[in-house]
C-alpha cells in the first residue's frame, strides 16, 4: 500500500514546483508518492493534522533544521506517524551552513529515518551519528519524462556548468582554450560571482543567463559535448539531466551521479590534462562519443522512479 506523505518546510520553492517538467532533486520525490507538500506555517500545527501522514518527508538544509524538533514536539514519540529526512548538503559547504554541529546531531536524532544522497555525505553523517543508520539514497530523476525531450539535432559548442559554489572560470578556460568548437556557459549567476568582469571582459564566451528548468533542458539537449567540472561531493544532478538528454559530458568524479552516468568521463576537476584529453576525444572520436553517450543513456535508470521508490520503500520497510 502507498504510504500518505507530506513533503514539509518552513518555505517550499514554488518556481521549482511550477515548472513542468520538475526539476532533477529533492522535490522528485513528491512526485513519485503523489505528496502532499506544504509550508510549515500554512498547515494546522497540531497533532491530530500531522498523524493524518504516515510519514513526514523534511529536506534537513540548514534553514529546516529547527523544523524537526518542531515536528517531533507535537507528534511525540508515541505515534505511527515517521518523520524521514534527507541530507543533501555537500559534505565542504557544512562550516558554513552547520556552524552548530549540536544542532544538526540534535536534528538528526529527532528523525526516525535519515538517508543522504551520496557516499561521501553518508560516511560523515554517520561519524556524527553512530547509533543512527543513514541510508545512502540519491535523489531521482524523471528520466521516462526527460527522455522524451532528446535530440539529435546538436549545436557545435562545449556547454559548460557553472557552479555558483565555485566560481570557476580560470581553469574551465584553459582546459577549454582553442579547442576546434566555441564554449557557452550555462548556470551563471553574475550576483554569485565575485569577478564578473572576467566573463565579460576576458573569457568572451557565449554565456546563457540562469534560466528556468524547462529552457534549461532546450539547451543542454542541443549542445554538442557538456563540461561539469563541479567541486562538490555530491548527488549532482547535472549528470543525470545530460544522461537523459543524450549529451555526453566530462564530469566531476566527485559527484555520485557522475560515477554511475558517465564511467569513462568522470575525471577529477582539478586533472586539466586528463579533462582535456577526454573533450577532445569526445570530439575527434564518433565511436567513443557513442559508447559515453549510450552508455549514460542507459545507466541513468538507476536513478529513475522506479528505483528510487524501491530504495526509500526498502529503508521503511526495513524497520518493521
Known amino acids: 500500500m502507498k504510504p500518505k506523505i507530506l513533503f514539509l518546510a518552513y518555505k517550499l520553492f514554488d518556481q521549482i514546483l511550477e515548472n513542468q517538467p520538475i526539476m532533477t532533486g529533492c522535490y522528485q520525490w513528491i512526485r513519485i508518492f503523489n505528496s502532499d507538500y506544504k509550508n510549515w506555517k500554512d498547515i494546522e500545527q497540531t497533532k491530530n493534522e500531522l498523524e493524518k501522514y504516515d510519514i513526514i518527508h523534511i529536506n534537513a538544509d540548514p534553514m529546516d533544521l529547527r523544523l524537526l524538533s518542531e515536528v517531533r514536539s507535537i507528534l511525540g514519540h508515541s505515534t505511527s506517524t515517521k518523520i524521514v529526512i534527507n541530507q543533501d548538503h555537500a559534505p565542504e559547504l557544512w562550516d558554513s551552513t552547520f556552524p552548530f554541529i549540536s544542532e544538526f546531531q540534535r536534528g538528526i536524532a529527532e528523525a526516525d529515518f535519515v538517508f543522504a544522497t551520496s557516499p561521501y555525505a553518508q560516511a560523515l553523517m554517520q561519524l556524527l551519528s553512530p547509533k543512527k543508520k543513514i541510508h545512502l539514497i540519491p535523489h531521482p530523476c524523471e528520466t521516462h519524462v526527460l527522455k522524451k525531450f532528446a535530440s539529435f539535432i546538436k549545436n557545435e559548442h562545449i556547454l559548460f556548468f557553472w557552479h555558483r559554489y565555485d566560481h570557476q572560470m580560470v581553469t574551465p578556460y584553459l582546459i577549454t582554450k582553442d579547442l576546434p568548437i566555441p564554449v557557452s556557459v550555462v548556470g551563471y549567476m553574475e550576483d554569485s560571482d565575485p569577478n564578473p568582469k572576467i566573463f565579460q571582459k576576458v573569457l568572451k564566451w557565449n554565456v546563457f543567463p540562469y534560466m528556468k528548468y524547462p529552457d534549461f533542458i532546450k539547451v543542454i539537449k542541443e549542445a554538442r559535448i557538456g563540461y561539469d567540472p563541479f567541486l562538490s561531493f555530491s548527488y549532482g544532478r547535472i549528470p543525470c539531466d545530460c544522461a537523459c538528454l543524450g549529451l555526453p559530458i566530462v564530469c566531476s568524479e566527485f559527484n555520485y551521479s557522475s560515477q554511475i552516468c558517465f ?46 521508490k524501491e530504495r526509500f520503500m526498502k529503508m521503511i520497510e526495513n524497520a518493521k
Open 263 to 308: 564511467p569513462k568521463t568522470c575525471v577529477n576537476p582539478y586533472d586539466a590534462v586528463k579533462s582535456r584529453r577526454l573533450l577532445k576525444k569526445l570530439l575527434y572520436s564518433p565511436q567513443f562519443y557513442e559508447e559515453v553517450q549510450e552508455e549514460a543513456y542507459e545507466n541513468v535508470e538507476f536513478f529513475n522512479h522506479k528505483n528510487s
